[in-house]
């Protein structure tokens, strides 16, 4: 029996943006209700006097089905008669907010100020859009990732949009890592019974995915779930399939392939699905691994990655104990 | 020589929404720099996060020719997805903005939270769409019109927009006019020696021009400038061209028409501009009156009517000093 069809399993994707939310969308096909996707909020960002969550939108707009099939973010249909007049009136143009896109960030903001939690409201945005699956911001509380660069220190945004990843990194940092805390919502994710295992989406290990395991007992809390965690390699061929992954991991004096993700991940997880291309490094990994097709261009991709996903749960499920023993934490 | 061909001469317009704006309009096509529109912000409001000043924008997308002709406010060429998409979320959708005319709400806004004047907003929000005329906000600080009525005490645009101005109004009253004054740029436009006169628009006199007058020293600054003030009449035959000025009268136990009109200006203004259908009334009047067409339906209305006024203006300045005395100021 299929993982997918034991009916009262429940999982955890752990997701940034484009390449984690196209996981999500295959997991949410096969487990609607019973996946919850906890979303970076280290990309969040103040712009316009607007609080603009890029993840948690992708993750939203992806999952409603209302997501731009071209850019992977944004919304499809948009139109874009507000930044068009802003830039007339001499406002700031480097971050693009298309005018249906702008409701998300006016109504967050606006609840936010009102004294609802961010996951309240990502709660709130997803359920006005259709969305089954439940999207849980990783944190409520303020944790921003900064990058330390050649050209100095850059919030998030002002390196991943405005300078286009140009700028070459030097370190990492998560800014207000140290009083941030796991929502309720998160814990409680993690500490449901019905809990079969958690999926680490293929997004950017560094700027995507470490954001999440700095919320300080977050790890802790996953790994005192006993599930098993499988991360998948978000690069293929030593080639991100999108965005800066190849690039970063070059910069941190890395090689950019699924050997250095699998040590990054140490301790962390206890399965690492990597890509058909990569079937050869295999040996060289020190965890559980499968191979199979990680490039998701269609939903039928999806929803077979997702399926081997969790599947790969379902076999690691009696072994994870040991499994974790034998690594140990790496917190 | 008419008043507008007089190369150095200034006028100052006080001015409403959409009423107002028109014959500003008139004017700027007579006068283009030499002319400063003082508008009313005791309409302003904060709604979704966004400091919004109703009266101002007219002014501004009026003048800059941008104004959606058919409501006389917000934008032409609007679109409006982003209400669309903010009523899917729940949001509130009573007060209607266009994707366009949200840009101008959002860079405001930024603008003011970080240290600059509404003044200064205006400004740059004016120059930015080619206005050439000044258009001021009457004061820089916060003046909320604010109505009592049979269904309880509404901010302006709860009575104005959300309630269609149903309620049955009981009285008026301008919050935070103790603590108001008039911005420099305000002050200077009346102590400018160049000033050739003042003109009222036909604006509802208790909602649109009276919170102007209510800012404490405003007044005395037009009256100190010694040059003749002209009103225009927004009731023509009884009934208000646009808005609720004719309600609004009976609902304070006034006649609905030019006399009444006339009588609340007392001692503010040195003559007074009534349609030529009402010319009957003129003799009822106890100050100078020029009846004329007050409708502006075309360009050609609106710079009619303007001219009128101007030379209205120059008709009283010989007569000024001695009507004033004998009139004496009303503060």
């Known amino acids: 029996m ?163 990843c140009r700028p070459v990194i030097r370190s990492i940092r998560f800014e207000g890592a140290h009083a941030a805390k796991p929502s309720p919502e998160v814990l409680a994710a993690f500490a449901d019974t019905a809990l079969a295992g958690i999926i680490v989406c293929p997004s950017n290990p560094w700027l995507s995915v470490d954001p999440i395991f700095a919320v300080p007992g977050l790890r802790e809390a996953m790994r005192a779930s006993g599930r098993p965690v499988v991360a998948v390699s978000p690069i293929i061929a030593g080639r991100a399939v999108k965005g800066p992954t190849a690039k970063i991991m070059q910069e941190l004096g890395l090689q950019a392939g699924a050997v250095d993700i699998a040590r990054h991940y140490a301790g962390l997880v206890d399965g690492f699905v990597i890509d058909s291309e990569d079937r050869a490094l295999a040996d060289k990994l020190a965890i559980p691994t499968r191979a199979t097709r990680t490039l998701m261009t269609t939903l039928d991709d999806k929803i077979a990655l997702a399926r081997d996903c969790l599947d790969f749960c379902a076999e690691l499920a009696g072994t994870t104990s040991r499994h974790s023993q034998g690594q140990g934490a790496r917190s």
């Open 2 to 164: 299929s993982a997918q069809a034991q009916g009262s399993a429940r999982y955890v994707a752990l997701s940034g943006g484009v390449g984690g939310a196209k996981l999500s969308l295959g997991l949410a096909h096969l487990l609607g209700e019973r996946l919850t996707v906890i979303v970076n909020t280290g990309d969040d960002f103040e712009h316009l006097g607007l609080h603009i969550s890029p993840d948690v939108d992708t993750a939203i707009y992806t999952l409603a089905g209302v997501v731009n099939p071209e850019t992977g973010w944004g919304r499809r249909d948009e139109t874009w008669t507000f930044m068009q007049a802003l830039q007339r009136l001499g406002g700031p143009g480097w971050f693009r907010l298309g005018d249906a896109d702008l409701a998300t960030h006016v109504e967050r903001t606006r609840r936010l100020r009102a004294g609802e939690t961010l996951t309240g409201t990502t709660a709130h945005l997803a359920r006005s859009l259709g969305v089954r699956s439940r999207i849980l911001p990783m944190c409520d509380g303020p944790l921003r990732t900064v990058v330390d660069t050649d050209q100095g220190t850059l919030a998030f945004q002002e390196y991943f949009v405005r300078e286009q």
